[in-house]
Antibody, heavy 119, light 107 residues
Framework: EVQLVQSGAEVKKPGESLKISCKGS????????IGWVRQMPGKGLEWMGI????????RYSPSFQGQVTISADKSISTAYLQWSSLKASDTAMYYC????????????WGQGTLVTVSS | DIQMTQSPSSLSAYVGDRVTITCRAS??????LVWFQQKPGKAPKSLIF???SLQSGVPSKFSGSGSGTDFTLTISSLQPEDFATYYC?????????FGQGTKVEIK
């Protein structure tokens, strides 16, 4: 069974750094793209970027380029989303999602990680 | 970036109604479109991929159509469990983009 399990909720202060994770299991981790999606409170879905763990090929939305870093460690089947300096506006739910077998995005989703940034 | 515009933004319908949601792309995206359903507090769930292919395990009351710039998601007979927010997403070219969502509520 394919599963994506995300790290737990985080409460941080502005200016702090953060790295959240998404661990894949039940499939060959290196063979499928994994993307990250932001959902701000009460708002819609925003595509942040995507990584292919097999060769670490990464694509970012211009809206998030330079604001976050997407990475993966294939030795432990885990993808990451990190910030070097959080802002209050980064408060949101963050989801990871894997392509399905047809190559379409969002076939499988993690449960989400709630990030709260507040002074 | 390709803009995805859904209409309506929200709708009210009765159980048993046929519901259609549209999604328009600002430029052609072939058939590289997925539809998601999201319920409150839950991760999105894929319903349709490649514009018209039903995701495994999704009931056949959901159907998708379209190609190029205009797409539709149809729910043939709305049931209580279908009240949710629906999103389209294009994956023809980076950055991939979502529509703003359509909230389907009970009338």
């Amino acid at each position: 069974e394919v599963q994506l399990v995300q790290s737990g909720a985080e409460v941080k202060k502005p200016g702090e750094s953060l790295k959240i994770s998404c661990k894949g299991s039940g499939y060959r981790f290196t063979n499928y793209w994994i993307g990250w999606v932001r959902q701000m409170p009460g708002k819609g879905l925003e595509w942040m970027g995507i990584i292919y763990p097999g060769d670490s090929d990464t694509r970012y939305s211009p809206s998030f380029q330079g604001q976050v870093t997407i990475s993966a460690d294939k030795s432990i089947s885990t993808a990451y989303l990190q910030w070097s300096s959080l802002k209050a506006s980064d408060t949101a739910m963050y989801y990871c999602a894997r392509h399905d077998d047809s190559g379409s995005p969002g076939g499988y989703w993690g449960q989400g990680t709630l990030v709260t940034v507040s002074s | 970036d390709i803009q995805m515009t859904q209409s309506p933004s929200s709708l009210s319908a009765y159980v048993g109604d046929r519901v259609t949601i549209t999604c328009r792309a600002s430029q052609g995206i072939n058939s590289y479109l997925v539809w998601f359903q999201q319920k409150p507090g839950k991760a999105p769930k894929s319903l349709i991929f490649a514009a018209s292919s039903l995701q495994s395990g999704v009931p056949s009351k959901f159907s998708g159509s379209g190609s190029g710039t205009d797409f539709t998601l149809t729910i043939s007979s709305l049931q209580p469990e279908d009240f949710a927010t629906y999103y389209c997403q294009q994956y023809n070219s980076y950055p991939w983009t979502f529509g703003q969502g359509t909230k389907v509520e009970i009338k």
